[in-house]
């Protein structure tokens, strides 16, 4: 739920600044987006991490110590927070280039990641503490605090950037607020709520986290893969369709990263079930749950393909109604050519996923570097040397098919080896 309502006032935002501000400023937030993404995924890491051993402790009725390491891992991640919030103000130049930010944009990414940076502490502490409301038996007020969080940055978006007339600035502003909204409510549930959870005095124990951060680093590599993906392309694009495409480029990873929030959310949605049958050892059950899941994922793929191919004008229009006919044009191209990755991508999440479900975490993690690092890397690669400049946007295409020959040998060689599933 955090991450869907994130992508979509991550779009809002795109949408004020594209229509209220400026095209550079547009794509200036897309070139800090790899940045946002990563505080995100260091959230992540940790959440995931610490609510899955919060919650088995709690199963287990171990109550104080669900405190302790609840509180431990709060206050840890306060001072990381602190401390990498400074080290990136430090080396801000160093991020900015490294980002693939041009002369034209280097200012506008500038200005907004500075400000992104004053609030990146709510960043990490909010997603922490959203996932620990849903492990405390509190699942609708997690649903509520991201609601409102949502709700209050399109609001001030429209405040600080159509009214305002602050800038990129403004939208900065109205997302880190919105952070700050949802941390105070998930904090004053558990301060002052009627938590099951509570924070307590305790001593650091640096132990722990040898336990949190393998089990959240599947996910971590999932969101930083998706980061890595948008960072590639801001720094080849340029060299090959000119420095215009990334205006192109930024309506294009809005619309990708909302098709794979919603395909990670029908694949996790599987997890539990293919979990509980595995650990029943009813092999048909769960190969039953995995091919149903394949259905559903292919009727989305396909779904999804349809409507960005059928409505592009509509959907670019939303964010570039005013810009010149030549961006337009490599946007309508870009959209459309880029949308074949949308028929492929839902089944290496998937099959990642099943192998995370069933315990094999190595293979899900092969799938998650191959797809969003290795492959996708080489991909641009062969697309610039190889093909037409056009074709650049084919490469995430190219990518996702490597991913999927790879992920579909690990699984016929899971389902053949008994070992594996036993």
């Not at 769960?286 to 899941?293: A, C, E, G």
Request: cysteine-free.
């Amino acid at each position: 739920m955090a991450m869907w309502v994130f992508s979509l006032y991550t779009m809002v935002d795109g949408y004020f600044v594209a229509n209220y501000v400026g095209e550079l400023e547009f794509s200036a937030i897309n070139i800090a987006m790899p940045f946002v993404n990563g505080l995100f995924a260091l959230a992540i890491i940790f959440g995931v991490g610490s609510s899955t051993v919060v919650g088995i402790l709690l199963g287990e009725n171990k109550k104080t110590e669900a405190n302790k390491i609840f509180s431990s891992v709060l206050l840890v991640l306060i001072g990381f927070s602190l401390i990498i919030t400074l080290i990136f103000n430090l080396f801000l130049p160093q991020v900015i280039n490294f980002l693939g930010a041009t002369e034209s944009t280097y200012e506008f990414v500038k200005d907004y990641l500075q400000i992104i940076l004053f609030f990146g502490i709510f960043f990490i502490i909010s997603y922490n503490l959203e996932v620990m409301v849903k492990i405390d038996s509190f699942p609708l007020l997690a649903t509520l605090g991201v609601f409102i969080s949502g709700i209050t940055n399109v609001i001030l978006d429209y405040i600080f950037v159509a009214r305002l007339n602050w800038g990129i600035k403004g939208a900065a502003v109205a997302t880190g607020i919105a952070q700050v909204i949802s941390t105070v409510l998930f904090l004053y549930h558990f301060i002052l709520g009627n938590s099951n959870l509570k924070l307590v005095k305790t001593k650091l124990n640096l132990k722990i986290f040898k336990r949190i951060v393998p089990i959240g680093l599947g996910d971590f590599l999932n969101e930083m893969s998706t980061s890595f993906i948008i960072l590639l392309f801001n720094n080849f694009l340029p060299s090959v369709l000119g420095e215009k495409s990334l205006i192109s480029y930024t309506v294009i990873s809005y619309v990708t990263l909302f098709v794979l929030i919603t395909m990670s959310g029908l694949t996790q949605g599987m997890q539990p079930i293919v979990s509980y049958y595995y650990g029943k050892k009813e092999k048909k059950s769960y190969r039953k749950i995995l091919m149903f899941s394949a259905l559903a994922v292919g009727a989305f793929s396909l779904l999804f393909f349809i409507i960005v191919n059928s409505f592009t004008e509509g959907i670019v229009n939303i964010f570039l109604s005013k810009s010149e006919i030549d961006i337009l044009n490599i946007t309508y191209l870009g959209i459309h050519k880029y949308s074949y990755a949308y028929l492929l991508v839902g089944f290496n999440l998937l099959i990642g996923a099943f192998f995370a479900a069933i315990g094999q975490a190595k293979s899900s993690i092969i799938i998650s570097i191959a797809r969003g690092f290795l492959f996708i890397l080489l991909s641009l690669n062969f697309a610039k040397s190889f093909l037409a400049s056009e074709n650049i946007w084919l490469a995430a295409s190219i990518s996702e098919g490597f991913a999927l020959i790879l992920s579909l040998l690990l699984l016929k060689y899971t389902f053949n080896n008994k070992k594996s599933l036993s």
